[in-house]
């Protein structure tokens, strides 16, 4: 089964040379790959993510640290419920993927779980892709069927005509052909509900694999093996039942996210079309000295909103950057939209108090008004306050 186009030798040797000499890649993960999603229009974050720049460790050299990543108490206590969730060949698992998602389904007293070890993330992903599609024919082959479970299967999506590689907790094979993302957390589920914010953040992610998984099922298609397999736009989140280790999960439709970040992806300029722009020599290597290295990232340019202080390590860094141009992007999306051909602070200002800008503008005129009003509110001199238009058509009084 064909995998997606990997970039070319030129590609691949120019984003090393971006990286920096003896830099090793980053892998980009699904968690990084929905917050590129979410902010399409940031070629900064698009070609440090795409020459696997760490950018964690790329902040602390320009003096701007971000305080992303997991406690090693977190992630050896996410280690341990995971393991205890799989275990017995993933029999607690599999038995709540069949209440949650597929009740009708012959119970799960024994699955197959195929062996997906490969050399490289590309052998990984051949090696699912084959277990995928075994899985499927022996479902097409047999009214009968059984339940198949992938632990960490390799998944790869195509992500500005680059490959991504995509490690998910778990995929499901149902006993019908149907394929369902499993995602494994450590956030409570406390009364048979979890934190919005932690759900939302995790359903984005479950959302990119998702999308991954249609990429294995339209190849397979393609192939002419047998007809495509169902990928579940419904996902089994599994997390800590309330202050205990035992597992309880619930059952998240993912079609919003899925379609908004298949949306955003598609919208995400090529990286190597990015990568032509740059100066020559441009390099991101933390150990370059801090003028020279923050001269290379201001060459990329950036599209800061608030929202990246939870989304993106060089958000402080971009923040500082953005308030120091008076951008109006640093008080965010909704503000900028507001705005118009207004982009910065010092251009709003000077709308406001009459000092430019077309009084016929409605932008200027509500700024205006505003401003006349605050004056007005705290007895200071302004500009007059304009009268507001009459509705067109109102009986006079």
Known sequence: MP????PGTALRQRLAELRGPDVPAKALDARALAALAANPGCKRRAILDGAGVNKATLASALG????????????ARGNTFEARVKADGGAELLRLVHEKLDPGAVPPTEAEVPDLTATGPEGRTARTALALRDAHLARSDSAAGGWTLLDHPMLALDVAGSPAFLEPDAVVVHP??????????SFPMLDGSADPAKVGAAARQAAVYVLALEEVAARLTRDGTAPAPTVNHRVLLVCPKDFSNLPAASAVDVRKQRAVTGRQLSRLTRIEDIADT???GTCFAPDLPTAELTAAVESVPAEYAPECLSACELAFHCRDRSRARGAVTSLGRSVRAELGALTTVDDVLAAAHGRSGDPEDPTVAALRRAAALRAEALNTPTVSLPSPPSPEGAACR
Do not use: H, N, Y
């Open 278 to 280: 740059l100066p020559e």
């Open 176 to 185: 019908d052909g149907g394929w369902t993302v499993v995602e494994i957390k």
């Open 3 to 6: 995998l997606p186009r990997t």
């Open 64 to 75: 701007s640290p971000s305080g992303f990543g997991q406690s090693q108490f977190a992630l």
